[in-house]
C-alpha cells in the first residue's frame, strides 16, 4: 500500500512538470565545476541571493518552476541547479555512493563561490532538502537562512522497503514513467531511479540509515520546514526530528498537502517562505 502511494506520489508530482513551454523560459547558463558541468539558472535582481535545490533525479523546471515564476524578483535573486548527474548537468553520470548528498552540498557551495556569491539561503526539496540541511550545517557562515520540506535525516524501515518495492520502474504505469523519460530516456531513467534506491539501501545497511542526522545539529542559521502532512514519502517523525535537534526552527504544516506542497500549493507556499525570508 505505502509503495503505491510513493509511485503516485512521484508521478503526481512529475508527470505535469516537464520543460513545460520551454521558449518562454529564461535562459538557463553552464559553468564548469571539477568534473561536471553545472546547468544552472539565475533570476531575479533582488538583494537576497537564494540557492534553490531539487529532489532525486529532479531539475530547475520539474522541480521549481512555481518559485522561478511567482518569488518577488525585485526582492530575490534566484540561482536553481540541475544538481550534478542530473538533467542537464549531464554527462557525466551521477555516482550514487553513500555520501552522494554530502558531496553535493559541497559542489553547490563551491558553485555559489564560483559566482561570488558568498551569502545566500536556501529553498531545499527532498534530497535537495537533505543536501541544504547538510550545506548550512557544513557553511554556516555562508547561509542566511534556510527553508526545507520534503525532507529527511535518516531512513526509516518502512521507507526502505517502500522503496525496494517500487525500484523496478517497469513495474510503473508507462504514464507513471511518462515525465523522467523524456528527460533521462527509459533506459538511462530505468537505471537511475535503481541506483537511487540502492543507494538508499547502503546507507540504511551502512550508516544505520542515516543520511545526515549528525549535521542537523550543527545547523545555526534561521530554518522554516513545511511538510504536507499525508506526505506518503516522508513520515512525519522526521518533521518533528528536524524541529526539535534545530534550535529556534519553525514549522508549517499543510493538513492535506502530500510531498509536493511547493506546486499544490504554490501561490501560499511562495507567499509565506518569502515573508520568512524577508524577517530582520
Avoid at 518552476?65 to 549531464?90: A, H, R, T
Avoid at 538508499?200 to 545497511?205: A, D, G, K, P, T
Wanted: some cysteine.
Amino acid at each position: 500500500m505505502l509503495a503505491s502511494r510513493v509511485i503516485r506520489a512521484i508521478h503526481n508530482l512529475r508527470i505535469s512538470r516537464v520543460y513545460l513551454s520551454t521558449a518562454a523560459l529564461p535562459k538557463e547558463d553552464k559553468i564548469k565545476l571539477g568534473k561536471y558541468e553545472i546547468n544552472y539558472l539565475k533570476v531575479g535582481n533582488g538583494p537576497h541571493n537564494v540557492f534553490c535545490a531539487p529532489g532525486a533525479l529532479g531539475t530547475i523546471w520539474t522541480e521549481f518552476k512555481p518559485q522561478v515564476e511567482g518569488l518577488n524578483k525585485d526582492k530575490f535573486s534566484l540561482i536553481v541547479w540541475d544538481p550534478p548527474g542530473y538533467g542537464k548537468s549531464c554527462p557525466p553520470e551521477k555516482d550514487f555512493t553513500v555520501d552522494f548528498l554530502e558531496r553535493d552540498a559541497d559542489l553547490a557551495h563551491e558553485l555559489m563561490k564560483t559566482l561570488n556569491i558568498p551569502k545566500f539561503s536556501l529553498l531545499g526539496f527532498s534530497d535537495g532538502g537533505i543536501t541544504s540541511l547538510i550545506l548550512a550545517a557544513k557553511y554556516p557562515e555562508a547561509v542566511s537562512k534556510l527553508v526545507v520540506w520534503g525532507a529527511n535525516s535518516f531512513i526509516l524501515p518502512q521507507e526502505l522497503e517502500a522503496y525496494k518495492k517500487i525500484r523496478d520502474v517497469t513495474n510503473w504505469s508507462q504514464r507513471q514513467r511518462e515525465a523522467m523519460n523524456a528527460i533521462y530516456g527509459e533506459e538511462k531513467f530505468a537505471r537511475y531511479w535503481a541506483a537511487w534506491v540502492d543507494a538508499m539501501e547502503r546507507i540504511y545497511n551502512t550508516r544505520n540509515g542515516d543520511i545526515c542526522s549528525e549535521y542537523v545539529k550543527d545547523i545555526i542559521c534561521p530554518t522554516y520546514i513545511l511538510y504536507g502532512e499525508k506526505d506518503p514519502l516522508v513520515d512525519h517523525v522526521h518533521v518533528s526530528h528536524l524541529h526539535t535537534t534545530i534550535t529556534g526552527s519553525r514549522i508549517h504544516l499543510y493538513p492535506e498537502g502530500k510531498h509536493n506542497i511547493h506546486i499544490r500549493y504554490a501561490e501560499d507556499f511562495n507567499k509565506r517562505v518569502q515573508e520568512f525570508l524577508l524577517l530582520p
